[in-house]
């Protein structure tokens, strides 16, 4: 069982910055694709991104050269920097571990990008 936790949501500017975390226990991290994904009112949860064991990242295009992943697999935490926030980036993020065989969720963290 991995149980995951996301911090660094928040109210921030549209152009501001914000970091999110997400720790997870257990001492397999390291072998799990680690992505971040958000879902907003009435919409579909998404994909944002995502690292691979071997440090491959893909982005959504909707977060290309705005938003960087990046895993500490000494620390279990994967991030999210995300930089030049829009309003439609306001959604709740949720981090997700996926195994071959298994998943799991963080609870999410919520982000509010609004002046």
């Known amino acids: 069982q991995v149980q995951l936790v996301e911090s660094g949501g928040g109210l921030v500017q549209p152009g501001g910055s914000l970091r999110l975390s997400c720790a997870a226990s257990?001492?397999?991290?390291?072998?799990?694709?680690m992505g971040w994904y958000r879902q907003a009112p009435g919409k579909q949860r998404e994909l944002v991104a995502a690292v691979t064991s071997d440090d491959s990242k893909n982005y959504a295009e909707f977060v290309k050269g705005r938003f960087t992943i990046s895993r500490d697999n000494a620390k279990n935490t994967v991030y999210l920097q995300m930089n030049s926030l829009k309003p439609e980036d306001t959604a709740v993020y949720y981090c997700?571990?996926?195994?071959?065989?298994?998943?799991?969720w963080g609870q999410g963290t919520q982000v509010t990008v609004s002046s």
């Open positions: 997700r571990a996926r195994g071959t065989i298994v998943n799991y």
């Open positions: 257990g001492s397999t991290f390291r072998f799990y694709v």
